[in-house]
Each structure stands twice: as structure tokens, then as C-alpha cells.
């Protein structure tokens, strides 16, 4: 059976869906792009199949999916996409009221676990349909995607807050935003099918690999960007679900559990699916 799978309508997927784009590897499903918080929504639902999901939503609802091995989107370091916007330090930020986006659960929990686990203060969070026009205004906002990238150009540099480095500084851990999943009562039903879509891309994430300039042009079309933007931040993330990459997604969990926010510890290492098939690190 074909099945029904999402895909983040960010530009941080294209090193793994740029080659579906250019329809060098096909799909063996239909894919529907979306914001990470509708994509989470759709696979709750059963809207969904196969997708990658906000961390956040692995960690709380885990029983649902079947953990899939070899992708994620994340990063050794600064993350570039997931950032908080202020003019008062984090440490600061108590009591304060955040504009935060509706596209995301992992960016808002972890800015949740930032600022209560590593500074030790409370923030209401506020969701806006908006929050870059809350950062213009110069109140705190927290951004992902194309909206916090477009942060980095429009606001100060030193109210931009990147998570994925306050993360690492304080964990010393990578930062793990999305993971991809099934429904396990999909992969219950048909295993085969979801190693086929897990098999093709990986296939994509190398096609892309090998082909750099292709899905830099594809991230240009899609949102144009200095020369070099797209080469540079493609860089700074992490596609592949390695032990490294376990090891944060274990942290963040550890976290969000010590915060409150899920209430049993999830597993971290995937699920036995059938053979890996890894692409190069």
C-alpha cells in the first residue's frame, strides 16, 4: 500500500527532499508539506502514515510511533532556525511574557527547559500567529524555521538568541528538533511499506549529499538568501540519527521530564525496522 507521509514545508528539509523535488528518486507515497505542528496534528490523527515529528511530540506521545532509524534534523551546535528574540537576556526573562509560534512544540519546550532547567526562571508563553512581527517590536519572541532565519538578517545580532547553542553550551549535547516516526499501527500493518519509505530517504538524504549545488538552488528558489547562506547553514545541521544524536534526544528528554512537561521517559534508540540502511556521515 502506498502510504500517506509528511514533510516539514521548511527549507532545513531539502537536503533529504530535494531529490523527490527533482525527481531523481521517487517517492513510494505522497508526501504533504507542512508546518511541524500540523504535521504532528495529521499523524495523532491518522491524517498521516509516516513523518518526521517534533521531538517534542515523540517524547509525549511515543506509544503511538514506531521510532525510525538513520534521519533526524538537528545540530552539533548553533541551529541557525530555532531561536529566541529578545533584548533581555534569557537569565532575565522571568515573568515575561513570550510570543511563541503555533508551528512548533520541540522549539517552545525547549526554550520552556532552557529557561527553567539551565537559568532558572518561568516565562509565560503566548502563542501568536505572528511572533516575527512581536520580535520587530522589539518584545520577546520565539522563532523557528524561515521566520528565525529571517531574524538573523532584519534584528540586532545580539538579541537573537540561537537554542541549539545555549543547548549545547549548557549539555554539551546535540539538539534534536525532529525525528522521523510511523504510526505503530501502521507499521504493525505493514512493515514492508515503511521500510520502503524509510529506504528512500535515505536514498534522498545521499542524492542530496552528492548533489550539494542542487539542493542549495532548490533552497534559493524556494527562499532566496545571501551567497552562501544556504551552504553555510546546511552545514551547521545534522540529518543523521547517530549515536550522537540518540544521546541528545535522551538529554532533551531527560530534561523535558525533570520540567514537567511529558510524564514517562521515552525510548531513544530506534526500533529494530529490519536492516539499516545508514547513509554516510
Avoid at 506521545?61 to 541557525?80: K, N, Q, S
Amino acid at each position: 500500500m502506498a502510504l500517506r507521509c509528511g514533510r516539514i514545508v521548511y527549507t532545513n528539509d531539502l537536503p533529504v527532499y530535494a531529490a523527490f523535488d527533482a525527481g531523481a528518486i521517487v517517492y513510494p507515497g505522497t508526501l504533504h508539506a507542512d508546518v511541524p505542528a500540523r504535521l504532528n496534528a495529521m499523524m495523532r490523527s491518522g491524517e498521516l502514515d509516516v513523518s518526521p515529528i517534533s521531538a517534542f511530540e515523540y517524547a509525549r506521545e511515543f506509544e503511538r510511533y514506531v521510532l525510525l532509524p538513520d534521519l533526524c534534523i538537528g545540530a552539533r551546535d548553533e541551529i541557525v532556525s530555532v531561536v529566541l528574540v529578545s533584548a533581555v537576556p534569557p537569565a532575565l526573562l522571568g515573568g515575561a511574557k513570550i510570543a511563541t509560534t503555533r508551528e512548533s512544540a520541540s522549539g517552545r519546550n525547549l526554550l520552556r527547559v532552557l529557561l527553567e532547567r539551565h537559568y532558572g526562571v518561568r516565562a509565560e508563553f503566548v502563542e501568536d500567529d505572528d511572533p516575527l512581527s512581536q520580535a520587530r517590536a522589539g518584545r520577546p519572541a520565539m522563532l523557528i524555521g524561515d521566520a528565525a532565519i529571517d531574524a538573523l538578517f532584519e534584528l540586532r545580532g545580539d538579541h537573537v538568541y540561537d537554542l541549539g547553542k545555549i543547548w549545547r553550551d549548557w549539555t554539551g549535547e546535540q539538539s534534536v528538533t525532529a525525528v522521523w516516526a510511523a504510526r505503530r499501527a501502521v507499521y504493525e500493518r505493514d512493515p514492508d511499506a515503511v521500510r520502503a519509505c524509510m529506504h528512500a530517504l535515505t536514498d534522498a538524504y545521499s542524492w542530496g549529499r552528492a548533489h550539494h549545488d542542487s539542493v542549495v538552488a532548490g533552497a534559493q528558489r524556494v527562499k532566496p538568501r545571501p551567497q552562501g547562506f544556504y551552504e553555510s547553514y546546511y552545514a551547521k545541521l545534522n540529518f543523521t540519527f547517530h549515536s550522537a544524536a540518540q544521546r541528545g534526544l535522551a538529554a532533551f528528554c531527560r530534561e523535558l521530564l525533570a520540567a514537567g512537561a511529558i510524564e514517562t521517559m521515552p525510548p531513544f534508540v530506534p526500533e529494530a525496522i529490519g536492516v539499516s540502511h545508514s547513509p554516510s556521515r
